[in-house]
């Protein structure tokens, strides 16, 4: 299948995602009420969310925020935490492979658990134009940042992010999203061997482990079923 990025692309993108930008920045907002309650400045919470843009990896960094700052522990957390991503690049290299190394480098900044499994989807309905996958993510870059610069300056004192079930808008809006990319039976093995392995992870193994443990159980059943 051939691959193309275009301007049409950019917008499609966004088109396909707007209704999932608006519980992020929901979401977003309960990122920057808590990241004020931790101490955080402005800046530094806005500058988090601009550059690291991963929810999960944010909210377990700000569990950690202290003084002095655990900087190997934040580290390695954002890395495990993150680690999913390695794989869900690798599960788009073909569709990348044909482009210009600065456009894989600048779209994959903007991959996020949501635009992936939309670009998935799209490309498996027969999608060529790479560009929806930048273009998603930039309207979710867009209201991950302004929704943390608001919540950080509303406060925390006026918000409680959990009383108002902000911090399960992007987790169900994912649960939504992955739908698409289910193709039948033959994944219910893979994805209950995720979910196994990352529920036991996360009762016995300390930390976000349970991340790496469910996806590499996950992707290690699913690739011996694909082999048979």
């Known amino acids: 299948m051939e691959t193309t990025f275009t301007t049409a692309g950019l917008r499609r993108g966004i088109s ?105 989807a799209e490309r498996r309905k027969g999608e060529t134009d790479a560009a929806l996958l930048m273009g998603s993510g930039m309207l979710l870059w867009a209201t991950w940042v302004t929704g943390t610069a608001i919540g950080h300056a509303v406060g925390g004192a006026a918000l409680d992010p959990k009383a108002l079930a902000f911090d399960v808008l992007v987790p169900a809006f994912f649960v939504i999203m992955i739908k698409p990319i289910w193709t039948g039976r033959k994944q219910l093995l893979p994805w209950a061997t995720a979910a196994a392995g990352a529920i036991l992870a996360d009762a016995f193994i300390p930390g976000n482990a349970h991340v790496i443990v469910g996806g590499i159980a996950g992707s290690l059943v699913g690739g011996l079923l694909r082999d048979r």
């Not at 950690?64 to 580290?75: E, H, K, N, R, T």
């Open 16 to 120: 396909l995602i707007w209704h999932v930008a608006i519980s992020g920045f929901f979401f977003a907002i309960a990122v920057g009420v808590v990241a004020r309650d931790v101490g955080m400045s402005w800046l530094e919470a806005v500058v988090m969310s601009g550059v690291v843009f991963a929810g999960a990896s944010q909210v377990a960094i700000i569990d950690l925020w202290q003084s002095p700052l655990p900087l190997l522990v934040i580290a390695l957390t954002t890395l495990g935490v993150n680690s999913r991503m390695l794989l869900m690049g690798a599960s788009m290299r073909e569709w990348f492979r044909p482009l210009k190394r600065r456009t894989v480098w600048a779209s994959f900044f903007f991959l996020t658990d949501i635009n992936w499994a939309m670009a998935i």
